[in-house]
């Protein structure tokens, strides 16, 4: 691999996305993309005694759902890559305690699915035969971790997102027929001064357009190189304002371009107000919906750039503003 | 690089540790190591309003620092790891938003110091001139976030230990002159079912010993082979547990193996009960002290092992045990 541009890594030998997973909860099953996951949940718990647990256990199984897919042992596994939105990562940890695999954890907030496929195609044009990637999220534990209890049955702004309950796991591997990771574009810290905790669509927006900039850049594409640019959990709003961010910067990007959260809910009948967000969305998204669409050849290069708020409620309460972050693969046949 | 043995990355053209810098708090000050620190705080604050400011003002003063001291331009450095223990790893967010750099968060718990070394490494041989590691950690932070409120003042059992209040930071490069990262050997997740988050050493130590069993048989070395074996918060009856494994094993490292946390604080006068411990444990007492000893060649070869809990104060709550992990990085002239 070697680095081109600014910020952009272009693999020689692009690692190939042996499978994916994934798995969602009950509303999520209610949603637009429903027929293309691997399982749905019938309810928040599946039989766990909280909703860590149950975050825990949605994790557990999308990483031995994606193995046995695959048919790869699990001893052939070089490392993992994993991270979610609870607390110090916990889901992952209790999620994976069980695997025997050389563990990484990594945090990128809602940019932890893209993040751990960047650092699982280095580490697989590097050194490694297989590398497994998996992140996490649960609406009821991130509402009860980062905004109100559940049982006080706050209103939501019209700004705010819903937190994507499931989770995606992905299987890199050295050889293979691809689709291919060609290119990763990490992304800088953006933070633009945004402080409503409740809008984070235009917090992370900017930092979703300066990564997609950086990547037109130093890979010299433009938009319409790709069949799909999916930006992970911007929502409505913030993809209306990524939308015009680009626009104004000289791109347009208005014809391939959506966002993983605006897909994942039906705007008018399931009332998430500005769509899907957390770790799960982009992961879900990609690992159920676009997989498939590479796989059978409907869709040949996307751009998939997902994105990440950089906060936690201490730092909101503490008057702090949020930094948001984007991390980018392109992916192609 | 290549993969030797189950675990162990060998590299071809091993990364330069180009510089460190270490910053740390009035206690640790005042600690046997405290000539050693760039940087001694007189306050817990250092002129932040709040005690997660100041450990944001601490990671970014040591990365400030060790940019300054190696004379590499910022913008000569490919990207960043960073990470550490408060909720959603905001110190390293906040405190690098300014950087400018892509940035990578990781999260490993006490364990993060030298799993952003390993990342860091492959980074480095596979595409990087230059790589930023760093962490922090805050007692006063950790204690409110992990614990009790300070203002409390709860008692502290004899085997808890005392988070070091402090950064280390750290730049690897392509070429130099050593000291060199010759190999990792990234940690498993082990989990003995320790519940007590009062006795962190004996839940990590398992993970300590099985890292470093795994690194000699991997690379064909023993004990005897290094200086000194390092690890990052074990503390004193971590310590001992860890020395008690490892002969059950049939090897014996009493000779030539210490801790971070043992090192930091004086045991008898500083009233730390089981020692120190923090994601910045491990950071301040390498760049601080053991950086300095491999650039005077007092000593050669250094295995550190950083161990990390992966918990959180909710899955205690909820009863679970404590998991852990331990990377390696082994450190020669």
Redesign the interface.
């Known amino acids: 691999?070697?680095?081109i541009g600014k910020?952009t890594?272009k693999f020689d030998n692009p690692p190939t996305i042996s499978e994916c997973s994934s798995i969602v909860g009950p509303k999520e099953a209610q949603g637009p993309l429903a027929k293309y996951f691997d399982k749905t949940l019938e309810d928040e718990f599946w039989g766990a005694?909280?909703w860590?647990?149950a975050e825990s256990k949605i994790i557990k199984e999308a990483t031995n759902m994606v193995i046995s897919k695959s048919g790869i042992s699990s001893q052939d596994i070089?490392?993992v890559f994993a991270?979610d939105?609870?607390?110090?990562?916990?889901s992952s940890?209790?999620g994976?305690?069980e695997?025997?695999?050389?563990?990484?954890?990594?945090?990128?907030?809602c940019s932890t699915f893209v993040?751990s496929l960047?650092?699982g195609s280095?580490?697989t044009?590097?050194?490694?035969n297989h590398v497994l990637c998996a992140t996490s999220s649960h609406f009821c534990s991130a509402e009860k971790q980062f905004r109100f209890p559940l049982e006080l049955g706050n209103q939501r702004p019209p700004s705010s997102q819903w937190t994507v309950t499931g989770s995606g796991a992905v299987i890199l591997s050295k050889s293979g027929n691809g689709p291919y990771i060609t290119h990763i574009t990490?992304?800088?810290?953006v933070?633009m001064g945004i402080k409503d905790a409740n809008n984070m669509g235009a917090a992370m927006s900017p930092a979703f357009a300066d990564t997609l900039i950086t990547h037109f850049n130093d890979t010299g594409r433009n938009p319409s190189y790709y069949d799909a640019i999916i930006s992970g959990d911007l929502g409505h709003i913030g993809k209306d304002i990524a939308i015009d961010i680009a626009k104004s910067k000289g791109y347009n990007i208005k014809s391939n371009y959506n966002d993983c959260g605006v897909l994942i809910f039906d705007k008018n009948s399931q009332d998430t107000h500005s769509g899907g967000s957390g770790c799960a969305c982009c992961a879900t998204v990609f690992s159920g919906y676009f997989f498939k669409q590479l796989r059978e050849k409907k869709i040949k290069k996307i751009l998939l750039i997902a994105t990440g708020a950089?906060?936690?409620?201490?730092?909101s309460q503490?008057g702090?503003s949020i930094?948001g972050?984007a991390h980018a693969i392109s992916i192609e046949l």
Chains 1, 2 share one sequence.
């Open positions: 691999m070697k680095k910020q890594i005694k909280s860590e647990k070089d490392c991270g939105l609870l607390n110090q990562c916990i940890s209790f994976l305690r695997t025997n695999i050389p563990f990484f954890g990594v945090f990128g907030a993040e960047s650092l280095i580490a044009e590097a050194f490694a990490p992304g800088k810290i933070d950089l906060m936690n409620s201490t730092s503490q702090e930094p972050i």
